[in-house]
């Protein structure tokens, strides 16, 4: 099993520009999310899905969009990128919702590096 | 106010040193206490769960949540080398999936 597999690994884009992160997962979860990680901020929720067909908003979903057509695909994209969404991005993915003891790991990807000049 | 709160350090500790890491949250609807481990450039792992309060022990591993205080913490016993990386805990509510972490402590443990 490859887990959670993300690209591009690294990325650098110019202010205004557009671009999807790909995300794929190979366990059948059906729950799957976008973070982003920043120094002193932690890991925040941007998008989630808890099935195919079904999105919802996190923390920060301002400029991103999502989509989930299949279980194991959770793209990420960005309409018109700004400096300020230079991050680390991280796909998760995990069994189901937290609804009991062992339900709620996320298994992460290796993460995204985007650069926004 | 962060819902969740973590001392960044960094922390740097010798070989075989107890490590003792620690957040605290304002969310009293968290039930479901969690400790990931982030090496550096991967993606997060679980390390430990523990679901509402009390104890939990993984080999040099123990988890401890106080909700009564809103305060959690991670022990590390026989601290290694290999133990360096940054520790994130994070925490959920009951229904939802809406997990938040801290901001990760990086840990260094020296030969």
């Known amino acids: 099993n490859a887990g959670v597999t993300q690209t591009p690994k690294f990325q650098v884009l110019k202010t205004g520009q557009s671009m999807t992160l790909q995300c794929a997962q190979d366990?059948?979860?059906?729950?799957m999310s976008w973070y982003r990680q920043d120094p002193g901020m932690g890991l925040r929720l941007i998008h989630y899905?808890?099935?195919?067909?079904?999105?919802d908003q996190g923390e920060v979903p301002n400029g991103y969009n999502v989509s989930r057509s299949t279980t194991e695909d959770f793209p990420l994209r960005l309409l018109s990128a700004a400096p300020s969404q230079t991050s680390v991005y991280f796909c998760?993915?995990?069994?189901?919702?937290?609804?009991?003891?062992?339900?709620?790991?996320?298994?992460f990807g290796e993460g995204s590096r985007l650069t926004v000049l | 106010q962060k819902e969740v709160e973590q001392d960044p350090g960094p922390l740097s500790v010798p070989e075989g040193a107890i490590v003792s890491l620690n957040c605290t949250y304002s969310?009293?609807?968290?039930?479901?206490f969690m400790w990931y481990r982030q090496y550096s450039r991967k993606g997060p792992e679980l390390l430990m769960y523990?679901?509402?309060?009390g104890n939990k022990e993984d080999g040099r591993f123990t988890a401890q949540v106080d909700k009564s205080s809103k305060y959690i913490s991670l022990f590390i016993r026989d601290s290694q080398p290999s133990d360096s990386a940054t520790y994130l805990c994070?925490?959920?509510?009951?229904?939802?999936?809406?997990?938040?972490f801290g901001a990760g402590t990086r840990l260094t443990v020296k030969p």
């Open positions: 994070a925490m959920s509510p009951s229904v939802r999936h809406d997990m938040r």
């Open positions: 523990t679901y509402s309060s």
């Open positions: 969310n009293s609807a968290f039930q479901y």
């Open positions: 366990m059948n979860h059906e729950y």
């Open positions: 998760a993915s995990s069994y189901s919702l937290a609804g009991g003891p062992g339900t709620g790991e996320l298994f």
């Open positions: 899905s808890v099935g195919a067909g079904i999105t």
